[in-house]
């Protein structure tokens, strides 16, 4: 990059949302592939994608899945404007590495966040998941910061300029096309969840709830525990008078 190019924005920092997880389905033995081997019981994707499926291949470049090792090509590495996901097969749950790369202008070192590939259902709806043989999903929220961009990756994240594409056209219909119409990009959580997307400001209005109700009743215990405290400090100093009297009686 040109020393000119390479000037922060100073004071700014430029957050970026996304998610990152997996989904796993039994495999239907109707339908089983004949080369699968016999102990293979699962199919998964595990993924990294945009909140609500929205575009950050502006300022995600490529993403590296590291597999366990016992599959062959156990580093798999994907780059846009191809979907950021890989889908195998297998029958155990392991630690998948996930390496995220940002694109040239952004001049960032690489980020790396870690995921539990799950094939099983947990929790309070585990036995209906299980009865229904419903996917097993796993996934979570996550942020990437981008603290004083320097001014070209800084344009990029906030002026709507798309990424010239590698390889491959960009339709009419799809995001980056919208995105190149003009208009600034937004890191905006939706206010409402979808069939794809858990994460809103509804949810995280509710979990905010929750944590605020969870506070007044850890509050409440601790009043309750001081209270307990405070009495049996009494009673021990009382015991203590008593046991004084009875020696100066002596």
């Known amino acids: 990059m040109h020393p000119n190019r390479r000037k922060r924005v100073k004071g700014v920092a430029i957050y970026r949302p996304f998610t990152y997880g997996s989904i796993a389905k039994l495999i239907d033995p109707a339908h089983r592939p004949p080369n699968l081997p016999s102990e293979h019981t699962h199919q998964w994707t595990v993924w990294v994608r945009g909140l609500d499926n929205e575009d950050i291949t502006y300022w995600l470049r490529k993403v590296q899945f ?15 404007p191809e979907a950021f996901e890989v889908t195998e097969t297998g029958w155990g749950e392991f ?12 001049g960032e070192k690489t980020q790396s966040i870690y995921h539990t590939l799950k094939l099983h259902p947990y929790g309070p709806d585990a036995e209906r998941i299980r009865e229904n043989k419903e996917p097993v999903v796993s996934q979570a929220y996550e942020e990437v910061i981008f603290n004083e961009p320097v001014e070209p990756f800084y344009d990029i994240l906030t002026s709507g300029a798309v990424q010239p594409t590698r390889g491959k056209g960009v339709s009419k219909g799809s995001k980056q ?51 307990k405290l405070t009495a049996r400090e009494k009673e021990l100093e009382e015991l203590r008078k008593s046991e004084g009297a009875v020696l100066r009686g002596k």
């Open 66 to 80: 590291k597999l366990h090792e016992t599959y062959s090509q156990s580093l798999r590495t994907i780059e846009s």
């Open 177 to 227: 096309a919208a995105l190149k119409k003009g208009g600034e990009r937004t890191a905006e959580i939706p206010f409402n969840e979808s069939p794809d997307n858990p994460f809103s400001q509804k949810t995280e209005a509710k979990e905010l709830d929750r944590l605020n109700e969870a506070m007044k009743s850890v509050e409440m215990l601790l009043k309750k525990e001081r209270t």
């Open 95 to 106: 630690e998948i590495t996930i390496k995220l790369f940002f694109v040239p202008e952004a």
